[in-house]
């Protein structure tokens, strides 16, 4: 497709359990990033990554949360066991080594 | 950490008002981006500052990077309802591509 896709677009989930959330960004963009955005507010930065390396995890709320990128495309953001603060709209975005973030329309994530 | 602070948190105008958005850090940033976010969707990037004192006007949108490139600016003349959304700022530092966005600032245009 043209722009960043992400997947799915609203999950609900119960407390403890696992969920996967999915990221095709724009074909040729190196960088892709990982956001979380609570109630409409700024989006808090998870992880970024180059290629199929992840230079900056600091981001990532705690060992609960793991991402990974395969074939410098596809994106995976892994939440275990997930809690009700763990909901929030989960947004990525891609982009050329320097510029313009382009963004996906995110995964709504509520946790019951 | 860095963080980029966003005043005001909410702002609500009537059509054709004029209205400034402020980004402040006290880090240093190599560039500064402004985005537009709507409901449901992502943020939209409105213009990149790279230069400290730079000053870029997108039609009634004017955008000023601060001197010391710690801080930045969004004017917006004669509002219109189209401007509603959530105005963000994201900052880079040197040597790095890890954008930090600020805290949003909220704004309504009434008719």
């Known amino acids: 497709g043209a722009g960043v896709s992400q997947s799915p677009s609203n999950k609900v989930t119960e407390k403890g359990k696992d969920v996967e959330l999915r990221c095709d960004p724009i074909s040729g963009h190196t960088a892709l990033y990982w956001y979380r955005q609570s109630l409409g507010q700024g989006l808090e930065f998870l992880i970024y990554f180059q290629g199929n390396s992840a230079p900056d995890k600091s981001g990532l709320p705690s060992d609960r949360f793991s991402a990974e990128r395969t074939g410098g495309s596809v994106s995976t953001l892994t939440i275990q066991r997930t809690q009700q603060e763990d909901s929030a709209v989960y947004l990525c975005?891609?982009?050329?080594?320097?510029?313009?973030?382009?963004f996906g329309e995110g995964s709504r994530l509520t946790v019951l | 950490t860095q963080l980029l602070e966003q005043s005001p948190q909410f702002l609500s105008i009537q059509e054709g008002e004029n209205l400034t958005v402020y980004c402040n850090s006290s880090s240093v940033f190599s560039s500064l981006q402004w985005y537009r976010q709507e409901p449901g969707e992502g943020p939209v990037l409105l213009v990149t500052v790279v230069t400290g004192g730079e000053v870029k006007k997108l039609k009634r949108l004017t955008f000023q990077f601060g001197d010391a490139r710690k801080d930045s600016s969004l004017h917006i003349t004669a509002a219109q309802t189209g401007d509603t959304g959530l105005y963000l700022c994201a900052g880079a530092s040197k040597g790095t591509y890890k954008y930090i966005f600020g805290t949003g600032t909220r704004l309504k245009v009434l008719a």
């Open positions: 975005a891609s982009s050329r080594i320097t510029g313009e973030l382009f």
